[in-house]
T-cell receptor
């Protein structure tokens, strides 16, 4: 157990639907990062939050949004889902810039 | 330009042999960190080893060592005495001091042959 908790582990949903992925960072980590891993795109950085505030944005679609709550857990909302959104979504947390990420086990999203 | 380049999409190694996975990076930041992660077929990302740009010695963690050549901007991962359980995808990553994200390479798929 890495200490970063992601739920659910698997999600199957239909096109056009909306889902929410949840992440609880490791205790003491203020930063949460979201990544999308698909077969053809590799690991793509989506967005980072630090202590409740958006800190950096990557290749995140407008249909996707995220937030980090006062208890530091984060949610990634994916709406108007398309087949191409099927991927493994990772959350990672970090204690600071000199440290690596600790990854959660990921949420495997399948859009049918 | 790619921040992290892994030129070996797939590698094979005989069990108990050593293997080197290549990684080159590109940055103008004098302070950065280099990381290697392992992703087995189960999907989780497992941190293996870290090298700071100012570290004088190559990092080692058990059977893993990082061959850090700063002038060449390379950070190759060496796995000694390969085991069947080492079969996985391996990702090289970099974090710049000034940045807020990691840059990942495209990964190398390692297969250990019995």
């Amino acid at each position: 157990d890495s200490g970063v908790t992601q739920t659910p582990k698997h999600l199957i949903t239909a096109t056009g639907q909306r889902v929410t992925l949840r992440c609880s960072p490791r205790s003491g980590d203020l930063s949460v990062y979201w990544y999308q891993q698909s077969l053809d795109q590799g690991l793509q950085f989506l967005i980072q939050y630090y202590n409740g505030e958006e800190r950096a944005k990557g290749n995140i679609l407008e249909r996707f949004s995220a937030q980090q709550f006062p208890d530091l857990h984060s949610e990634l909302n994916l709406s108007s889902l398309e087949l191409g959104d099927s991927a493994l979504y990772f959350c990672a947390s970090s204690v600071g810039t000199r440290h690596g990420y600790t990854f959660g086990s990921g949420t495997r999203l399948t859009v049918v | 330009a790619q921040k992290i380049t892994q030129t070996q999409p797939g590698m094979f190694v005989q069990e108990k042999e050593a293997v080197t996975l290549d990684c080159t990076y590109d940055t103008s930041d004098p302070s950065y960190g280099l990381f290697w992660y392992k992703q087995p077929s189960s999907g989780e990302m497992i941190f293996l080893i870290y090298q700071g740009s100012y570290d004088q010695q190559n990092a080692t963690e058990g059977r893993y060592s990082l061959n850090f050549q700063k002038a060449r901007k390379s950070a190759n991962l060496v796995i000694s005495a390969s085991q069947l359980g080492d079969s996985a995808m391996y990702f090289c990553a970099m974090r710049e001091e000034r940045g807020n994200q990691f840059y990942f390479g495209t990964g190398t798929s390692l297969t250990v042959i019995p």
